[in-house]
């Protein structure tokens, strides 16, 4: 599911089947595999790995330092490091990120916002610079 070298311990599953309305916070890593009507965040800020099987469902907020999306989405992405979008992933909604992979097939409705990583400083991050999106060697 995600990219080699990537992978965490996953402390707490939502299965399928189960529908969680409210708030969730979570230390460590949480996989949903069922769905959640509310906000997701991880406990402490810039923390927490997120993975949103295919099954899965999230109809709000959400806030980690790694996310791996392979479900839906319906809410607005906040992530301190990276995102991994995989191929059934559908998101409605807006992604802030600092690395992002997006495999064919996945889909965003909403805009696509790089931001600098909390230690760099705005004039050394390539991101900060509006002008310069992309450059090919």
């Not at 599953?13 to 708030?23: A, F, K, N, T, V």
């Not at 906040?78 to 889909?107: C, Q």
């Amino acid at each position: 599911m995600a990219e080699a070298g990537t992978w965490r311990a996953i402390d707490t599953l939502i299965g399928r089947g189960c529908h969680i309305e409210g708030q969730v916070l979570f230390n460590g890593g949480l996989r949903i595999d069922g769905q959640v009507s509310g906000d997701v965040s991880g406990r402490l800020p810039g923390q927490g790995y997120l993975v949103l099987a295919s099954a899965g469902q999230i109809c709000g907020d959400i806030r980690a330092a790694h996310v791996v999306i392979d479900g839906r989405i319906n809410g607005n992405l906040h992530v301190s490091g990276r995102v991994e979008l995989l191929s059934r992933a559908r998101i409605i909604g807006d992604i802030h990120y600092v690395s992002l992979s997006m495999r064919p097939g996945a889909i965003v409705v909403g805009q696509l916002c790089p931001t600098a990583p909390a230690s760099a400083s705005d004039a050394s991050y390539p991101g900060s610079l509006p002008a310069v999106m992309l450059k090919l060697a």
